[in-house]
């Protein structure tokens, strides 16, 4: 099995997203209870912050892990950095 260069953040990734899919849950309970706009707002402003937060992270281990043997392992270093600009231009759309 290929090591992800994020497997020592694992539990912490995991624990994060079962915290959000327990805040959409959240979600979902307040439509159902026509719970007032701004709150549920709020409530996907949490969510959103705390998905950015783990693709954040994950964007790290990446750029420290995979694109660092990326650029040590291959000879056209550029065809690298465009990978990394790809991936960071959809994390951030």
């Not at 994020?6 to 327990?22: F, I, M, P, T, W």
């Not at 706009?37 to 969510?47: E, F, P």
């Amino acid at each position: 099995m290929n090591e992800c260069p994020y497997s020592d953040a694992k539990e912490d990734l995991l624990r994060r997203l079962k915290k959000v899919e327990g805040q959409v849950k959240g979600i979902q309970r307040m439509i159902e209870n026509d719970k007032y706009c701004v709150d549920v707002l709020v409530q996907v402003a949490a969510v959103r912050a705390a998905m950015n937060k783990v693709g954040t992270m994950i964007f790290e281990y990446h750029s420290r892990g995979c694109l660092k043997k990326a650029i040590e392992d291959v000879s056209d270093k550029d065809a690298a950095i465009e990978d990394l600009v790809t991936v960071l231009t959809k994390f951030i759309k």
